[in-house]
C-alpha cells in the first residue's frame, strides 16, 4: 500500500470496515485504529487478529499496526505481542514489516 494520510475513524466504522472483507478498508480502518484509536488494547486485539489473516497486504498493515500501537500509546501485552510477530519473522511477505514492529516495540515499550 502506498503512503496516505489515513483520516480518524471511530469504532463502529472500524468494525464495519472489519467486517467487509475489502482489503483496502481492513487495511486503512487498521492504521486508523492504530494511530488514532482511543482503545489501545482493543486496537492491539485487532492487529493481532488481522495479524492471522491469509492475505499479506492485510497482515503486513496489522504487523505494522502493532508497532505504531507501541509507539503512540507507549504499552501493549509486549510478550503476546511480540510472541505473535515472531511467528511471521520468516514469511518473506512480511518479514520487512514485522521487524519494523519488532523494532518499534522494543524501543517504546518497556
Do not use: T
Not at 493481532?48 to 492485510?58: G, H, K
Not at 504487523?63 to 500509546?73: E, K, M, N, S
Amino acid at each position: 500500500m502506498d503512503y496516505k494520510d489515513y483520516p480518524k475513524i471511530n469504532r463502529n466504522d472500524a468494525e464495519i470496515a472489519f467486517a467487509s472483507g475489502d482489503v483496502r478498508s481492513i487495511c486503512e480502518a487498521l492504521v486508523s485504529v492504530s494511530l488514532y484509536g482511543e482503545d489501545g488494547k482493543w486496537a492491539q486485539n485487532k492487529c493481532l487478529e488481522f495479524l492471522r489473516s491469509e492475505n499479506s497486504d492485510i497482515k503486513g498493515v496489522a504487523a505494522i499496526g502493532l508497532g505504531h500501537i507501541a509507539r503512540v500509546h507507549r504499552q501493549l501485552d509486549k510478550e503476546k505481542v511480540l510472541a505473535a510477530l515472531r511467528r511471521h519473522q520468516h514469511d518473506v511477505a512480511i518479514s520487512g514489516q514485522v521487524e519494523d514492529a519488532i523494532d518499534d516495540i522494543n524501543m517504546f515499550v518497556p
